[in-house]
């Protein structure tokens, strides 16, 4: 029997589809796709919403005349609902660095930032790997890791979705909120080149060994690595450990095989169009 690999796309599919709005998300599941990882950050007025910049980016980001955002806008916490609403996502700002990295994706003018509970409701069937928005060396970006986690399982457990949710951050003081208050919410645990080097910040004083280590002794079971810097032997001590692999972000079909070939147990990809028919 072939060993199951999970395929999430990342922010719906983003080199594909405007990234994290209900238009992306759709389309992705058009594709065949039923898993995806998305981002969350809470406005002023309590609305928990996907976005993945925890301050407007203007690579993405319209006013409702159409004009580009000029410059990094105000952080999602310090406006409300509303005015988030009255913004357009669904096109990528011409001659931007995204536009450049994402030459395929289709405009849906219009798009919306949209709450998590209408992602949730739209493809009730899905797999959801939420990331909870943090900077531990900004607090001031966002409501509290704690705040931002309850906020998320309030969510969770209006749509009753627990059973299809993964959480996970690079702020691991978001998992170990969660995991006392809703043990049988899944926990991944997020890392990069920067957040390990700095391990001290991001992972709230945890040291271990290796990063596999430090991800098992919090309790796993999923460790979602930055591909570029995993290797093999990484992927072999991880599951050695009990924990699942899911890097992120493969969008390259050689990179792809490679990983799949050391045993990964999924990818995260903008592509995973290209990851479905490897």
């Known amino acids: 029997m072939a060993r199951r690999l999970d395929i999430l796309g990342h922010r719906g599919a983003r080199a594909l589809f405007p990234e994290n709005t209900l238009e992306g998300f759709l389309a992705a599941a058009a594709l065949g796709l039923t898993a995806f990882e998305l981002d969350v950050c809470l406005t002023a007025d309590g609305v928990l919403v996907v976005t993945h ?36 996502v669904g096109r990528l700002r011409p001659g931007s660095q995204t536009a450049a990295a994402f030459p395929d994706q ?12 209408a992602v949730l409701a739209a493809i009730p069937n899905a797999q959801f790997t939420i990331e909870v928005k943090t900077h531990p060396a900004h607090p001031e970006w966002t409501p509290s890791a704690g705040a931002l986690a309850d906020a998320t399982l309030a969510v969770i457990d209006h749509a009753g979705a627990a059973e299809r949710i993964t959480v996970e951050a690079f702020d691991w003081r978001v998992q170990r909120h969660i995991r006392p208050r809703r043990p049988h919410i899944r926990l991944a645990w997020l890392t990069s080149a920067e957040t390990v080097r700095d391990a001290a910040l991001w992972w709230d004083g945890a040291t271990a060994a290796s990063v596999p280590a430090a991800v098992a002794a919090e309790g ?54 290209l990851a479905l028919i490897l």
């Open 53 to 88: 910049d925890m301050a407007l980016n203007p690579d993405i980001v319209r006013d409702a005349s159409g004009n580009w955002l000029q410059g990094c806008g105000p952080t999602v916490h310090s406006m409300t609902y509303a005015d988030l609403r009255r913004l357009d």
């Open 106 to 117: 289709q405009p849906h003018d219009f798009a919306r930032i949209p709450t998590l509970a």
């Open 220 to 273: 796993g079971p999923v460790w979602t690595p930055g591909f570029e810097t995993l290797t093999e032997a990484d992927v072999q001590e991880a599951h050695a450990l009990g924990l699942s692999v899911l890097p992120w972000t493969v969008n390259q079909p050689a990179d792809m095989r490679r990983l799949i070939a050391w045993g990964v147990d999924g990818l995260i990809s903008d592509r995973p169009d």
